[in-house]
C-alpha cells in the first residue's frame, strides 16, 4: 500500500516519443482525410412526396411504427409554416439544413404536406 513507481513519468515519455517519431516520418501529413462527401452533394429530390416519404414520414406518418411526432399530412397547415418548421426545428422536431432538402424540393414538400 502507497509504494507508488514513478510509472507516470514513464507513460507520459513514450507517447510523446511516438508523436515526435511520426512527425518525424511524415506520416501526419498522410492521415489528413479526404473531404467528406457531403450527402445530397450533386443530389436533387424528385418531389415532396418523395422528400415526405423518405424523411417525413419515418416520424410523421401513423403506420410508420416510428412515429413520434404529430399528424401533418393534409391538415392544410400553411405552407410557410411548414418550410419555417423545417429549417428551424420545434423542441423535438429536427431541423434540415438547405444542403438536406434544398428550397426548391422545400417548397414542392410544405404544398405536399400541406394537401391543399
Ligand atoms: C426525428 C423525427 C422527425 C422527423 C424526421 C421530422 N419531424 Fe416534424 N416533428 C417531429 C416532432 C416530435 C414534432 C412535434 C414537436 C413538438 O411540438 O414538440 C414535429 C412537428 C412538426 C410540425 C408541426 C406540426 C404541428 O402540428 O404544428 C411540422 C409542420 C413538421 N414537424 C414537419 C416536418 C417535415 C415537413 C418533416 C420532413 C422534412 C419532418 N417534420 C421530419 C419529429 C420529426
Not at 513507481?5 to 492521415?31: D, R
Not at 413520434?68 to 391538415?75: A, C, E
Request: aromatic share 6%; charged share 20%; glycine share 12%.
Amino acid at each position: 500500500m502507497g509504494n507508488k513507481t514513478p510509472c507516470s513519468v514513464v507513460s507520459g515519455f513514450i507517447p510523446a516519443l511516438i508523436i515526435t517519431a511520426a512527425i518525424t516520418a511524415g506520416t501526419v501529413h498522410n492521415v489528413v482525410a479526404a473531404p467528406p462527401v457531403v450527402p445530397g452533394d450533386g443530389f436533387k429530390w424528385k418531389d415532396g412526396a418523395e422528400v415526405y416519404g423518405k424523411v417525413c414520414g419515418y416520424c410523421h406518418e401513423p403506420h410508420a411504427g416510428t412515429q413520434v411526432g404529430p399528424k401533418i399530412r393534409g391538415r392544410e397547415l400553411p405552407p410557410a409554416y411548414i418550410r419555417a418548421i423545417v429549417r428551424n426545428g420545434n423542441r423535438a422536431m429536427p431541423s434540415f439544413r438547405a444542403s438536406e432538402i434544398d428550397d426548391a424540393s422545400l417548397a414542392k414538400l410544405a404544398e405536399y404536406v400541406s394537401g391543399k
